[in-house]
């Protein structure tokens, strides 16, 4: 079936930076495109990066334009979201998942697997 696993959520003061990373197992993703949703406390899980199956196309949300870069390794059937100048407005849950399709998207119903989610927590 596969199965995505993020890692590298915490706490960091406004300003600093985080890596998430996505690791894929148990069936290839490097055919899909992925990406990064986040749900804070008492929203609904919103867009944050998405990159096509070979990174060719990629897409940021306005709000992390600049400060995010999304990556991914096929070779090695990982993912990355680097953030930086972090803001305490980022404060989510951060979830990796792969889409039904290779073209780059940023509709939440395209995503078919998803990861466990990972915190990441910024004070201010």
């Known amino acids: 079936q596969g199965e995505l696993v993020e890692s590298g959520g915490g706490m960091v003061q406004a300003g600093g930076s985080l890596r998430l990373s996505c690791a894929a197992s148990?069936?290839?993703?490097?055919?899909?495109?992925t990406g990064w949703f986040r749900q804070a406390p008492g929203k609904e899980r919103e867009f944050v990066a998405a990159?096509?199956?070979?990174?060719?196309?990629?897409y940021y949300t306005d709000s992390v334009k600049g400060r995010f870069t999304i990556s991914r390794d096929n070779a090695e059937n990982t993912m990355t979201l680097q953030m930086s100048s972090l803001k305490p407005e980022d404060t989510a849950v951060y979830y990796c998942?792969?889409?039904?399709?290779?073209?780059?998207?940023?509709?939440?119903?395209?995503?078919?697997?998803w990861g466990q989610g990972t915190q990441v927590t910024v004070s201010s």
């Open positions: 998942a792969a889409a039904k399709t290779p073209l780059v998207t940023t509709n939440i119903d395209d995503y078919d697997y």
């Open positions: 148990g069936r290839t993703f490097s055919t899909d495109a």
């Open positions: 990159i096509s199956w070979r990174s060719l196309n990629i």
